[in-house]
């Protein structure tokens, strides 16, 4: 969970800090695949929460 975290920070910061439009689309690849990566690695981590919930507020168990 933390690469994730830190893979959208480091795309961010990437886009906002240096000048990605002097680079084209190149450098706006490099951004999206860093902030989709980082989201990607970020979803087994919602499933899991969203689980562990499900089974807290279940009436059966």
């Known amino acids: ?23 084209g689309v190149q450098g706006l690849r490099w951004t999206a695949l860093l902030i989709g990566g980082g989201l990607l690695l970020l979803i087994p981590s919602k499933v899991f929460l969203t689980l562990i919930l499900m089974t807290k507020n279940d009436p059966d168990g």
Do not use: E, I, K, P
């Open 1 to 23: 969970m933390a690469c994730g975290v830190l893979m959208v920070a480091l795309g961010v910061a990437l886009f906002l800090l240096t000048d990605v439009a002097a680079n």
